[in-house]
């Protein structure tokens, strides 16, 4: 094996040794195999274009070009041209592939489901490093800075994983790298000789020399223990770091087990819910008699940091057939058990699953898992709801007032789990808390006084204008302002329940949607909302709703005491048992414009692909045009070339000064044909005394041109060209190789001797039937092949590769003269100023 190819194996070795440190970042692993597949190819198109050899720049862009096509036939193909070839259609499902799978990384736990998204970033990356790598190691031939890439792969991989492992990984990704600077140094030793391997023990027992290749291995190797032991030992350390404090997102086990875990959805997906117009994302069917209180309840947020609420991490665990009876909830609550059967829109991508709550039972096909403290069915390895239809069975509770007031206190591990508020929160909170429920003698009298405060008495205005607001100071923001929308008012409530000894958490789903004339109840944008939850014993979690003029107030919230005065609580902002009426909304603080989803809408993650009917742009047609165009003329360019260049090499004498280069006599690979730098060179070597010098020039061009089209068209069918050999020798090797009969040898033997002539003769000339000569033996050398490689000569010649020779000695004769021209305006430049030029 050559050095430059043991590197270039060394080189995706590192690679895939870095990669190795992804792998605990998802779940399954088998993606490392699709890596695997592609860098082998990859570093294989690198070595092949070295070997022909291209320039730098091209074997670098061949590489890229390939890995194009690769990324494109494992992750578009549908959207591409054959299945390969990358359009406009492609490179956006790129992009689009490429923003779920930030959304997802942000989103899981570790580790984190195989997504498309998430592959493609995987797999992508792993891709661009082992062009990067391959790029410095062995095209540029420099591996030490090949390091900063490998480097740069396996600190994303060690600042997202837990630490339980990463010595195994560092372990596995330096031993990559120390092999690449090993084969490095191997192959730079090679080009001063042979590299030995150090000499044998002296009879007097003193060890020889020892090889520089075996002293390599062993500083490697003391370097790679010293870098495992020294964080082992008891040094200072440097917190944080550019990686430090990277969270978990949402995250779904495998098998029976697992974890959950989220940011706030309320923050993390608005920017992907910022629609302009109200769209259907769910339609519903239930045998409830009230559609007043139909909550589709989509996932709980009971992790509360004083900034912002979030789910906390969870066990999940397979769908049960039954659930469980909701915590806290007695036997003496008046219920009911409904069928309600929902389908979800194609564009609807929602991770968890919307339901009533507390659910019963749910049937539903595909990849779920279940959540059992907050009831809640979250997509496992990708799972969402888009076009999904499920049947829910679930409770409809009906406590009355005094149940609720009644309540004993909350067991000890609920009070303990969700009235903790940390010390970062605002003291305004609890204090206008106690001022709000001065007087309340129950958890339920307290809880009544905070929805009244928010929805009729506080003087607070419904306004989706107002940003959600992450830091310490926002629910006292939003207290002094007396502005927001569902976000805000569930935020503050909860937090004011906690602060009084009430357990609070924020749920987050649809308000009641608008009953159809079919029966059925749509449920659109506009309808996303987030409300209280509140934990009373023998009751369980409880909804209230602060947020004025959306949503329905529940009317266990009502009292009926007689003589007592409770201001009229807001009503749904949509009637659920009125039909749907287009005439714009009479409030004036919650407008149909404020009712875009731009506030409560803010959980819901929606698939924002508009759809036109204004046909296709003129521009985007003819871009498909010459891209298919050019798919079917790239694989044509070999045999397009070769047949030009036959036709040019076997014109006549008084044309074949069209030709576009010559080798030498001997038929080496060159660089082109009758105006190469080879023929320039011989025609040069000729003393061209005749009456017409113009005649004995055209004469040599057409002779060497005929006889490079002898050379490449053997070649075409299998033999090779030997520079070492002469024209004579050359045109023996063609007969005895190519078995040509005693005629034909004739011919090959006659153009040989015409190449001797125009070298070697004082008054070179061409002789007449040269160009039928090379017809004839190319017919002979044709009928002597199988079939397969006659189909190769024609439509993918080897002796094609000349053209890229071609392309790579003018790119290399445009950097000489560029340098030249710098070198010549560096000089006129420090000439002094009163010098003359020559």
Known sequence: MSGRARLTLCSAAATLTASCALLPLVDPATWILQAAFLLAVQSGVGAAARRVPLARPLTVAAQALVTLMLLTLLFAREHA?????????????????????????????????????????????????????????????????????????????????DGASDWVWFLVAAAGYLMLLLAEGRERLSQWGRVFAGAPRTPGGQPGPVAPVRTGRRIGMAALGVALVVPLLPLPAIQGGLLAGAGAGVGAGTGGGGTISAVNPLVSL?????????????????????LSDMYLRIVSLDDFD??????????????????????????DIKRAEITTRISAADGYAQDWLPMPYPPSSVEIKGNWRYEPVGMTLVGDHGQNTSGKTYQVKSLDLQPTAAQLAAAPQAPGS?????????????????????????????????????????????????????????GRDAIARFLRDKQGFCVHFSFAMAAMARTLGIPARVAVGFAPGSPQADGS???????????????????????????????TTPTYTVQDTPGETTPDLPQSSRSADAAPSAAPSASTSCSAQDKKLEGCGAALPLDQAEQSDQGTPWYEIAGWILLG?????????????????????????????????????????????????????AGSAIRLDTPSQEAAEAAVAHVLAVWRELIDTAWDYGIEPDEALTPRRAAARIVRIGELDETVGRSVHRVAGAVEQVLFAPRPRAE???????????????????????????LAPRSAVRALWDLSDRWAAVKASWTSRAAHLAALLRRPSGQQSG
């Not at 109840?521 to 003029?549: N, Q």
């Open 306 to 331: 004083g900034t912002t609420w979030k789910p906390s991490k969870r066990h999940i665990v397979t769908v049960p057939d039954r659930f469980p009876t909701p915590t806290g909830l007695g036997p």
């Open 81 to 161: 041209l054959l299945g390969l070839i990358p359009g406009p259609e492609a490179f956006r499902h790129f992009g689009d592939l490429f923003q779920a799978g930030a959304d997802d990384v942000g989103r899981y736990a570790i580790p984190a489901p195989l997504s498309d998204g998430i592959r493609l970033m995987m797999v992508g990356g792993v891709l661009v490093i082992g062009l990067a790598v391959d790029t410095l190691a062995v095209t540029f031939r420099n591996a030490a800075p090949a390091g900063l890439p490998l480097l740069a792969l396996y600190s994303v991989a060690a600042g997202l994983s």
């Open 521 to 551: 109840v749509a449920v659109s944008l506009k309808d996303a909302h987030a409300w209280p939850e509140l934990y009373f014993e023998g009751v369980g979690w409880t909804r209230f709703e602060p947020t004025p003029t959306r949503g």
């Open 270 to 290: 608005r920017d992907s819910l910022n629609v302009d117009e109200d769209r259907k994302v769910l339609t519903l069917s239930t045998n409830a008699t009230d």
């Open 629 to 681: 165009a050019a798919a079917l003329t790239l694989p044509l360019l070999p045999m397009l070339w070769r047949l030009r260049r036959r036709s040019v090499r076997l014109a006549s004498a008084q044309h074949a000064g069209a030709g576009t280069g010559a080798g030498d006599a001997s038929g080496r690979p060159g660089s082109g044909d009758t105006d190469g730098p080879e023929a320039r060179d």
């Open 414 to 470: 609920i009070r303990n789990d969700y009235t903790k508020v940390p010390d970062s929160l605002p003291k305004v909170v609890a204090r206008q808390a106690r001022e709000i429920t001065a007087g309340a003698t129950s958890a339920y009298d307290k809880a009544v006084a905070l929805q009244d405060y928010f929805a009729v008495t506080g003087g607070f205005e419904y306004d989706t204008d107002v940003e959600v607001g992450t």
């Open 768 to 794: 007449a039937g040269l160009s039928d000569d090379v017809r004839q033996v190319r017919a002979a050398l044709r009928a002597r092949v199988s079939w397969s490689t006659r189909v190769r000569a024609v």
